[in-house]
């Protein structure tokens, strides 16, 4: 049986910029995928296959993203819980807009474009007159400087999947 932080490590950040694709609000991003993960924590032991784990948190976050944009409902954030763990949680980081607003200006136009503005990434590069692939560069780029501003300023490492981890001791915050 899967555990919710092996989904999350697996997951979580393709989850958090599906949503943030959808939503165009970071704000809301955070807590549609944290009320993702707590149904998906609640639901996990009754799920059976394995197998089909992506296409069931997606499908979480699909039904979250409509209770969202549905007007006759009113959207409350889940309560936080957390696991006895030392995953990082990079949305709920002090330093993610900042480290966003530091980003190259060609690199955080082209995070603007697909990730907060819901352009597809061939639409961001034909608005910016780029390739496909320069778009996608850029994009793996810009992710790759996120997660060495994470390092260097909040002490956060990387584990052997490429993902933070680690407690926070961030050098901006304190």
């Given at each position: ?55 069931w948190i ?70 910016l007159g ?34 933070l981890v ?9």
């Open positions: 049986m899967m555990r919710t932080l092996e989904v999350y490590q697996e997951y979580g950040d393709k989850l958090y910029f599906f949503i943030l694709k959808r939503v165009k609000d970071r704000e809301a991003a955070n807590d549609i995928l944290q009320n993702s993960f707590v149904k998906i924590h609640i639901n996990l032991p009754n799920l059976r296959a394995k197998q089909k784990v992506k296409a997606f499908q979480i976050a699909r039904n979250e993203l409509v209770n969202y944009f549905d007007k006759d409902t009113k959207y409350v954030s889940a309560p936080e819980y957390s696991e006895p763990t030392e995953e990082v949680s990079i949305q709920n980081c002090c330093c993610f807009d900042r480290f966003i607003e530091q980003l190259p200006t060609s690199n955080k136009k082209v995070i603007e474009l697909v990730y907060e503005k819901g352009a597809k990434q061939y639409e961001a590069a034909e608005i780029l390739s496909l692939a320069n778009v996608k560069a850029i994009i793996r780029k810009s992710k790759d400087l996120l997660k060495a501003q994470f390092i260097s300023c909040c002490n956060y490492e990387l584990n052997t999947s490429g993902k680690g407690a926070a001791d961030c050098a901006h915050c304190e």
